[in-house]
Nanobody, 123 residues
Framework: QVQLVESGGGLVQAGGSLRLSCAAS????????MGWFRQSPGKEREFIAW????????YYADSVKGRFTISRDNAKNTVYLQMNSLKPDDTAVYIC????????????????WGQGTQVTVSS
């Protein structure tokens, strides 16, 4: 089992930046592949990015490629999502996810989920 707690959300103007954090705790949490998703009211959950446990491989959705960067610090058991050039369409609850199996991460299937942190981008 691994527990995930997101932080860093807030209100920002369009064009601004935010950095989200996801702190993982539990058994061997640093060996999990981690992902970020987002969900807006009335919309399905949308994949944003994932990173392997080593940090050696990352993958992004086209909608955020070039603007968002996922990274991790295994010494702190924390994954980050640096979000730049934010747009009003980026407004959503951002949710962290984890899974120990690369095969699941490649299918964007994760077993463990956080509660999310709200990001609001004003125009």
């Amino acid at each position: 089992q691994v527990q995930l707690v997101e932080s860093g959300g807030g209100l920002v103007q369009a064009g601004g930046s935010l950095r989200l954090s996801c702190a993982a705790s539990g058994r061997t949490s640093s060996s999990y592949h981690m992902g970020w998703f987002r969900q807006s009211p009335g919309k399905e959950r949308e994949f944003i990015a994932w990173i392997t446990w080593s940090g050696g491989l990352t993958y992004y959705a086209d909608s955020v490629k070039g603007r968002f960067t996922i990274s991790r610090d295994n010494a702190k058991n924390t994954v980050y999502l640096q979000m730049n050039s934010l747009k009003p369409d980026d407004t959503a609850v951002y949710i962290c996810a984890a899974d120990p199996r690369l095969s699941n991460a490649l299918r964007l299937e994760f077993d463990y989920w956080g509660q999310g942190t709200q990001v609001t981008v004003s125009s």
